[in-house]
């Protein structure tokens, strides 16, 4: 039972172009949504998150995008820069399983120069 | 920020024995959490530590498995029992941000193979 999907295994982006990640959910108990980072034989590094009763949160370079009644949590990285090459991980949390963070299966994100 | 440190970074075991990975953080944490990241897979959570009670397990994982020791705020381990190969993966701990906030910082990684 897979409550979180990344569909896209790999995305490759021209630095300087938006880099767009994609997550979906099943789960609707679910109502606070994180973004990770993971570079190799490093552990996860939090990147931006948002609460369900929001639709956008924006840090920097950094915006996730959350559709609540399709399920569907995105972000968007403009511009990209090769230092963004790395592991994404969407995360939720929320209902019974607050604290407990649910990982999407990731997404690596290579930036070209 | 927490700073988390994971001993060993990286072990080769053989089938049969066990491991007991160590994790430190800086400051004192109530709740810290034991993930697991299979070769090419998400992370997945075996477990949540809490000081002074026993962990609670998520499915899928038992204690005799994966016993955890948390004897204070600042520590603790998880030990990979009786090692098959299916057990090679990276094992990660993480703690909250903060007793608000749903963020967690994670350690490092430890890099189990099995052979």
């Known amino acids: 039972d897979q409550q979180v999907k990344q569909n896209s295994p790999s995305l490759s982006v021209q630095e300087g172009r938006i880099s767009i990640l994609n997550c979906d959910y099943t789960n609707s108990m679910f109502d606070y949504f994180l973004w990770y980072k993971k570079y190799p034989a490093e552990g996860p590094t939090f990147l931006i998150s948002i609460s369900s009763i929001k639709d956008k949160n924006e840090d920097g370079r950094f915006t996730v995008f959350l559709n609540k009644s399709a399920k569907h949590l995105s972000l968007h990285i403009v511009p990209s820069q090769p230092g963004d090459s790395a592991v994404y991980f969407c995360a939720f949390t929320g209902g019974t399983s607050y604290g407990k963070l649910t990982f999407g299966q990731g997404t690596i994100l290579t930036v070209h120069p | 920020s927490a700073v988390i440190s994971q001993k060993p970074s990286r072990d080769i075991c053989q089938r049969g024995t066990s491991l007991t990975i160590q994790c430190q953080v800086d400051?004192?944490?109530?709740?810290m959490f034991w993930y697991r990241q299979q070769p090419g897979q998400s992370l997945t959570l075996i477990a949540t530590?809490?000081?002074?009670?026993?962990?609670?397990?998520e499915s899928g994982f038992v204690i005799d498995k994966f016993p955890i020791s948390r004897p204070n705020l600042t520590f603790s381990t998880l030990t990979v029992s009786n090692m098959s190969p299916e057990d090679s993966s990276i094992y990660l701990c993480?703690?909250?941000?903060?007793?608000?906030?749903?963020?967690?910082?994670f350690g490092p990684g430890t890099r189990l193979t099995v052979t």
């Open positions: 993480s703690v909250e941000k903060g007793p608000t906030s749903y963020e967690q910082y």
């Open positions: 400051s004192q944490v109530t709740m």
């Open positions: 530590a809490n000081q002074g009670s026993e962990a609670t397990y």
